[in-house]
């Protein structure tokens, strides 16, 4: 069998990483398309070398620009390669611009295509990533899900005969990672959270971002503040420095050293969706600063918060540590094994487009 990865930002390299290593011990031949939307070193190269994922076959160097032009300069690489490889399978990976550009580009040229982590909702139309996921489960011939909420989403939508709940291949990343992982130099060793923002409703927003801001750095406890390319160039752009108050500001950390920090740190402050989960997993309490969230269990089992009015930020950093949980939701940590099976399985029953 013959599966295409297409691949493009942080939390898809991570993702990637269980599959591609699953892919190679079943003997299944694999090929990697990096898209170049994320290109810094710090949020690209790194996660291949640490996670040890094999360098990709092919990388489109599409750089940033705005939804249309990054999405639109993919599309016309893409079915070349798409071409070239002929894959029995096309997997796309989350809710960026690559995973609909990838989508798009198989559904046009009637190859099989596979979603992985299918299924979630924030019921935000206003975010990108909320069209991204909608519009690659329906043109999904399988829908991978990560959790029993995501297969109810989708049985919804009318997309049951698709889907296979599978897990969650990040827990399979976070849970190898963990048991080695030791924190970074740039992280104190007392009490501090641990604070990430970079999502487009919070950063491109000169009056949310300083709002933002002004929260983290009034916290009665130190902020280490890993700083993602976006919210760097949005803070310059509207004239809001960062290294102020509680906060220090470092570099994107590695995945083994963020492993290492979500783990020692006392709280998570973040918009990100791969951390919440993973503050989940290593059990440390998290807020997120959005109005809404696709981890709802999370929320349901007391490890995570949402920042509703940026002024109780300091009241939810510091809340007392929610009752320990030996619930599992995101999967027992072989959700790469589940994935490559429903792959195989699926495979003969694939329709023709």
């Not at 072989?334 to 099976?341: D, G, I």
Request: one cysteine or more.
């Amino acid at each position: 069998m013959k599966i295409l990865s297409v691949v493009g930002a942080r939390p898809q390299f991570i993702k990637l990483a269980p599959v591609a290593a699953e892919l190679t011990a079943q003997g299944h031949e694999h090929v990697i398309v990096h898209t170049g939307q994320h290109y810094d070193a710090n949020m690209s190269d790194v996660f291949f070398q640490d996670l040890q994922i094999p360098a990709p076959d092919v990388h489109l160097g599409v750089g940033s620009g705005s939804h249309g032009k990054q999405t639109g300069a993919m599309l016309a690489q893409m079915d070349d390669v798409f071409l070239e490889h002929q894959p029995d399978w096309v997997l796309v990976y989350g809710d960026t611009n690559s995973t609909v550009a990838g989508a798009l580009s198989a559904v046009k040229l009637h190859l099989p295509l596979a979603h992985l982590e299918a299924g979630l909702r924030s019921f935000n139309r206003r975010m990108p990533e909320e069209h991204n996921r909608v519009l690659t489960d329906h043109a999904a011939d399988l829908c991978l899900a990560p959790t029993q909420v995501a297969v109810e989403h989708l049985a919804a939508e009318g997309l049951d005969k698709r889907t296979v709940l599978v897990g969650d291949v990040m827990t399979d990343v976070c849970l190898m990672v963990a048991a080695q992982a030791s924190p970074p130099a740039s992280v104190p060793d007392g009490d501090f959270a641990l604070a990430t923002i970079h999502r487009a409703e919070n950063t491109d927003d000169p009056v949310r971002l300083r709002a933002v801001i002004d929260g983290l750095a009034t916290l009665p406890l130190p902020v280490v503040l890993t700083a993602h390319p976006r919210l760097v160039a949005k803070a310059a752009e509207h004239g809001i420095e960062l290294s102020r108050g509680s906060i220090s500001v470092i570099d994107p950390l590695d995945y083994p050293s963020m492993v290492g920090a979500v783990r020692r740190a006392s709280a998570v402050v973040t918009d990100s969706g791969g951390l919440q989960k993973e503050a989940f997993l290593l059990r440390t309490p998290c807020t997120t600063v959005r109005t809404e969230t696709e981890w709802v269990e999370t929320i349901d089992l007391g490890w995570n918060a949402l920042a509703l009015d940026l002024a109780d930020l300091p009241r939810l950093v510091t809340r007392p540590q929610p009752r320990d949980t030996s619930a599992t939701p995101y999967g027992d940590g072989h959700a790469a094994q589940a994935t490559v099976k429903a792959l195989t399985e699926s495979r003969s029953s694939s329709p023709e487009r």
